[in-house]
T-cell receptor, first 113, second 114 residues
Framework: AAGVIQSPRHLIKEKRETATLKCYPI?????VYWYQQGPGQDPQFLIS???????DKGSIPDRFSAQQFSDYHSELNMSSLELGDSALYFC????????????FGQGTRLTVV | GDSVTQMEGPVTLSEEACLTI???????????LFWYVQYPGEGLQLLLK?????DKGSNKGFEATYRKETTSFHLEKGSVQVSDSAVYFC?????????????FGKGITLSVRP
């Protein structure tokens, strides 16, 4: 069965650079979530989209932005990167009207040096 | 706001020992409850879930019962295996729409020795 695809799997950036993370949800899923997991931490909710519209916002820095495109894939754009942005970034998708169960991608490990 | 509290770890057990990982929650309304597992270097996998009070979720020998009266969702397994070594997260979802995001507990690392 198709799963949530994230790219790239690993990314190394320097401070003050920009990074773009991509997420391809399970086909026909209508909701995408982004989470940030720091080293040894629990995942923290960043932002979500339902039918291409932002549906909820968590602890996402102003330097970050995200959107969901017409084909339902989503991108998380991160600018002016800081060392503290080094983390595992997960995307998850769900079919909201059917189930609250979210399916997670493998994550993108971002390292800021 | 919603929150999830897990017992502190790490936990180290011998193979075939019994496992209980405590989880309690605070939420308005009627959340859905989940246990996710994260193996080293991998993403989050749903282990089991329960969507209403008294529901029991089960998978791979793991069980958890949604207890509304004690706001708990403790994870149990009668006989753990080395392959169960991983980080376990308890989580809740407040429902649909803007409440559908997951709120996670701090996670607990389980190590099972042969």
């Amino acid at each position: 069965a198709a799963g949530v695809i994230q790219s790239p799997r690993h990314l190394i950036k320097e401070k003050r650079e920009t990074a773009t993370l991509k997420c391809y949800p399970i086909p026909r899923h209508d909701t995408v979530y982004w989470y940030q997991q720091g080293p040894g931490q629990d995942p923290q909710f960043l932002i979500s989209f339902y039918e291409k519209m932002q549906s909820d916002k968590g602890s996402i820095p102003d330097r970050f932005s995200a959107q969901q495109f017409s084909d339902y894939h989503s991108e998380l754009n991160m600018s002016s990167l800081e060392l503290g942005d080094s983390a595992l970034y997960f995307c998850a998708s769900s079919l909201l009207l059917v189930s609250t169960e979210a399916f997670f991608g493998q994550g993108t490990r971002l390292t800021v040096v | 706001g919603d929150s999830v509290t897990q017992m502190e770890g790490p936990v180290t057990l011998s193979e075939e020992a019994c496992l209980t990982i405590n989880c309690t929650y605070t939420a308005t309304g009627y959340p859905s409850l989940f246990w996710y597992v994260q193996y080293p270097g991998e993403g989050l996998q749903l282990l089991l879930k329960a969507t209403k009070a008294d529901d029991k979720g089960s998978n791979k020998g793991f069980e958890a019962t949604y207890r509304k009266e004690t706001t708990s969702f403790h994870l149990e397994k009668g006989s753990v295996q080395v392959s169960d070594s991983a980080v376990y997260f308890c989580a809740l979802s407040g429902g649909t729409g803007a409440n559908s995001k997951l709120t996670f507990g701090k996670g607990i690392t389980l190590s099972v020795r042969p």
